[in-house]
């Protein structure tokens, strides 16, 4: 017959044993739940943590005190095991990311990303340095009051455009809307079509572009000029018709710079390109002032005609650039 003291302390052996082998069994089960899931899972198995943490404090709280009492701190010890796994397969994780990230950098031969603030500044930045030291680009305004609103949209159309490419250019012009009245149909057609406009780095006047510049620095861009575009000038002004005409009335820009005694320059195209063959026997070089203004771009960059053209003028206008082949 054993004694009261022996009986104890075999109960406690067999209870510590069993809880020895519960804990065991259960640490393997979360670290099977952790091997599972990834980072969003992590939050998830705290969760199954804490849940299996309260159910053995409250079994322990049925035992007799001292078994209670070890057992909270053996669970105290498994949750602190526990946090060292999952900031250990975190940090495994993130040092993963960086290397992969790394990889990609010195594969592609860039610059790791910037962020969308840094970009921002930067853009505001090359902006600003356009407006002190050129060039300047100015859009004449001044002849959208007999437009449709179908023209008034395409052209508003193409302001976002033309703002939009003047952002991503690495050397961007100055942008002036002229002859632009902010209580003008147009205005409100920009307002509704272009996101942030009212933020656009630019000048807005209502005054006409032959008043706001020296006449002697401006040159306005028309198809129907005589002499074709040789350079840009940083100390010039060129001037785009902001004219959007579907019964397509010829000369307008040509005669009003020639009333006001402006040069005039055409895109050279005719000297890089050669008319295409097509169906309709079309062939055009009228231009949307976003299209031109791509050619501008990336001749001011390039310092290659044919290249910016190729950029600018689309097959659909019958031309191709000379001895090419497609």
Known sequence: ???????????????????????????????????????????????LLQIDVECELQEGETLPTGSAVWCSKNVQRKQRHWEKIVAAKKSKRKQEKERRKANRVENSGICPQHSKRFLRSLTKEKLLEAKHSGPRLCIDLSMTHHMSKKELSRLAGQIRRLYGSNKK??????????????????????????????????????????????????????????HALEDVDVNKVYILGGLVDESIQKKVTFQKAQEHSVKTARLPIQEYMVRRQNGKNYHSEILAINQVFDILSTYFETQNWPEALKKGVSSRKGYVLQNSVE
Not at 188 to 203: A, V
């Open 1 to 47: 017959m054993r004694s009261s003291g022996q009986t104890t302390k075999h109960m406690d052996w067999k209870l510590e044993g069993s809880a020895q082998k519960t804990e065991s069994h259960v640490l393997q089960e979360q670290e099977g739940i952790l091997e599972d899931t990834g980072e969003d899972g992590i939050s998830e198995s705290f969760q």
């Open 169 to 226: 250019a690495d050397r961007p012009f100055w942008i002036c809307l002229a002859g632009f009245a902010t209580d003008s149909p147009l205005y409100e057609e920009c307002l509704r079509m272009n996101d942030g406009f009212s933020s656009y780095l630019l000048d807005i006047t209502e005054e006409d572009c032959f008043s706001l510049y020296p006449l002697e620095t401006l040159v306005y861009l028309t198809p129907d000029a005589e």
